[in-house]
């Protein structure tokens, strides 16, 4: 704690010099800023899209061909081929994206390495050993490995990608977890050093932070699955396949959502406790007092520090926040230096992306379980078609909800890039702008083209799929049973 | 620790030993899956569909090794990893749209309508080339030390040209060892043309970096060490001279010595690199900065290696394994 810094209730308000506000007005640095984090921030939502579908996607796989090997129903298999394709278009979007992200530490970011690679860096590489080698050899074998191995192999495969997954995400949010409540480390001469690595990983909004995450990931793949059956039955696709996903999207999506919004909860008073100046941004609540209401719709106006329109229910923010109407709900007005500077994040895109999240996830809890009714009072196969419309226009409401959660979190965690230690403007490189501008243009003209092409190949499969072309020709041997299909090759 | 000497010597050390070990496993197996991609607009339609085959299981694996190469850089040299990153900013950007382009290809051109196909097979050339030209250019900038003038440019790229070159020829080689047939005879003749760029790249490098600094020249020209170091030239040349009487005269019957030109490529591949970190050690940046300098925490780099003293046998175990499975002459890739 510098000498300028300030205790405000059980929060370090950090000179403003030492966040190095005073120079974001300067020319040149400020554009290589900006372009820098839409250049991260752009590459960053592209790459997520992917592991989200790919973490839960892996194990519902594993859960297909753990049913085929149960029961030996022809149904899982072609499940599990349909999907598995699916699963490799995104896996591979994943990978490239994120090998996109590993340079862009270096290209745009040294600061971030330089000052905290001590602790980031060792978490990186676990990821690196433990994650990406698992996952990336043996998708080979759970990809075109299914002829060549024992079917018991094959599982094992299909297991340890899953794994590998989580994994991955495992230590990605340990170290997305730390730059927003960072611990067990010190300071030496401006660098970031580690002393408890136990503290380091199991650090405060890490458990909520994974387990929120994961089950996004889940819900995403639930909605997807549902979604693109819903699609393949209203082109008239009758296979029992297209049922039993149906199926599973809705019972999986039904089970994920509550369980979602109770974590969501307790994640956001976590960190309420830790970031009170994002959860002030997020309820979009100018001052600290009690009897905040929930705000279901605002204008928040940075310039003039207020709403400029608000619908909201009475009490709302303090019943969540503090679970009582006289609670006090920290607001945005006590995080501002004394020369005007605000030292919180900023507010419109915090409140609105918080907004589309939750908005999101009601959809998502009113159409699944109004799914479930209708499962069984319809069956999957005489499902109506208007459901069967909202399914498939659900289909990647994960990815909306996904998205605005992380611009929640991230964009609430400004103007640090490690709350406390680290501006995001002290990261930044000194590449010049024009250069920055240059890629991010060619960036985003790449990402468009592929998610465009990314969704229409999978709606592509799933038209061929409906025409009935044979997914496989293959009979599979369930585990334990001999190998009788003629391996090729040897 | 202590039985080891001072940490901040040897583990510097090791770390840049590792760095080193996991960029040329990369060059060497993305270097023959990035070759394939360059010969692709040399096949027909039936041999495009096998040379993706053939390349297909070990990819993704194999652009981890880029991946691990650069953490390590990241986590254990950071101040020479924004260096040396923020000198090569737009290199590093073509590479990855081409990698991106590449790997994306892999899966759209078997999965996309057929109309779309021959689009996505451009887009796998084309991504392999925009990768393995800017990977040329980024070693080229690297030996002449990082800083961009007209004659450093030119020169790199010229190694840009021959690395691609080099590349193609041990994606050749590979071919020649997982095909058969008439596709095996015709990566023999690409490999015929291929191989000018491993003379003329390695040739290059190898007489161009010792003028780099006087600092290298003396390492390679001084006595006695001229002579302890001059089996790596001849080993390379005779590597050479096999590779050519061997391309002259593949394939065989019985498909004998079929892994002849891949081996040798890899041997050869593994000496050019031991020449260059011979070359450039103790600098991480060419002439700027050595391991030592730019090492981070001793502490943190404790915690690394004692996970990649257990993971990497298991990953180079599990690599194995892939390569096991996938064993033979390739066939079709099939998801059932």
Sequence with gaps: MAPDDQIFGNYLIVSKARVGLQTQSEGEPLDTLILSRIQFGANISFHILFPTITIALGWALLFFRLRFNATGERKWMDVYVFWV????????????????????????WPGFMETVGNVAGPL?????????????????????????????????????????????????????????TPQGYELRDGIVHATDWFAIIFNPSMPYRLVHMLLASGLTVAFLVAGISALRLLWGDRAESVKTTLRFGIITGAALIPLQILAGDFHG??????????????????????????????????????NNFEIGVPSGASIILKHKPSGVVPGLNDFVAEDGTALHPPVAPVFYSFRIMVGTGMAMLV???????????YGAGDMPTVPLVGFAAMSFSGWIATLAGWYTTEIGRQPWLVQGVLSTKDAVSDVPAGMVMGTLIGYLAIYAALTIAYISVITYLARKASRGEPLSTRRYPRSGEAEVAVIPGE | METFGDPAVWLPWTFAALMGLSILIYVILDGFDLGVGLLMPLADDAEKDLLVASIGPFWDANETWLVLAIGLLLVAFPPAHGIILTALYFPVFVMLVGLILRGVSFEFRAKAPIAQKPRWNLAFFLGSLLAAMSQGFMLGMYVMGLTWTVSHVAFALLTAVFLTVGYSFIGAAWLIAKTGGDLQARAVGWARGGIWGLIFGIGGISLATPFVSPRIFDKWFSLPEFFYLSPMPLLSLALVGYLWWQIRHLPRPDDRRAWGPFAAAMALFTLAFGGMAYSFYPYVVPEQITIYDAAAAPESLSIILIGTLFVLPAILGYTALSYYIFRGKATELRYD
């Design chain 1, 124 to 180: 990186l590489a676990y990821e690196v050993m433990t994650a990406f080698f698992l996952e990336a050899v043996f998708l080979g074998i759970m990809l075109f490995g299914a002829s060549r191995v024992k079917p018991w192999v094959h599982t094992l495969a299909t297991f340890l990608v899953a794994f590998g997954t989580t994994m991955s995400a495992f230590w990605i949010l340990v170290l997305n977890s730390w730059m927003h």
């Design chain 1, 269 to 306: 008073l976590n960190t309420l406790e830790h970031q009170p100046a994002k959860v002030a941004a997020m309820e979009g609540n100018w001052e600290t007092g009690p009897n905040i209401p929930l705000l279901l719709f605002a204008v928040p106006d940075g310039d003039a520090r207020q």
């Design chain 1, 367 to 377: 159409l699944s379980w109004g799914g479930l009714y209708l499962l069984r009072r």
């Design chain 1, 85 to 108: 394709k699916i699963f490799a278009l995104s896996f591979a979007m994943g990978v490239v994206s994120g090998i996109t992200m590993s340079f862009q530490f270096g290209t745009n």
